[in-house]
């Protein structure tokens, strides 16, 4: 997957879940996630009509990669849940900001390839999902049993 159709599923993404989701999540993550932190790499957003949170847990950043994140400008530190985290409203042109942001982070504060692949999990409603594959494949998930941070039990 190349990064103009990543930051395309992006905003395809992040468009459903702002446009139809009152708490609504979705997880762009590395295969390598799926060991749990700090393996892999993962962003979150979670929200909805209301607007969207990016939320980049600690657990899963090195020390540099902490340093790098301090650095822009849309994040702070949310020290109570151990993660850093901005906010945006729907509109499409923070869509697009979102979208970018997110390929940001994983080419610049993660260092990832230019041709990295990402796996998406979205919910509307937080009992099914979608999972889209880096080959574009997709499938619907029970997201309480199946989605990335419900396996890792990690919420």
Not at 47 to 57: N, S
């Amino acid at each position: 997957m190349d990064k103009k159709q990543r930051i395309n599923l992006f905003k395809k993404c992040l468009r459903k879940v702002a446009k139809e989701a009152i708490g609504g999540l979705i997880h762009f993550y590395t295969k390598e996630a799926l060991q749990g932190p700090p393996n892999g790499h993962l962003i979150q957003f979670a929200g909805g009509t209301e607007g969207l949170a990016c939320d980049i847990p600690i657990a899963w950043l090195s020390e540099k990669e902490i340093e790098k994140i301090k650095k822009l400008p849309e994040f702070f530190e949310a020290k109570e849940i151990g993660s850093y985290q901005a906010y945006f409203d729907i509109s499409d042109e923070e869509i697009e900001k979102m979208a970018n942001l997110t390929e940001k982070i994983f080419t610049e504060i993660y260092n990832l390839p230019e041709n990295y692949d990402v796996i998406i999990e979205y919910t509307i409603d937080q009992r099914t999902g979608t999972r889209i594959y880096p080959d574009g494949k997709e499938e619907k998930i029970n997201w309480i049993k199946e989605s990335l941070l419900r396996k890792l039990k990690i919420f």
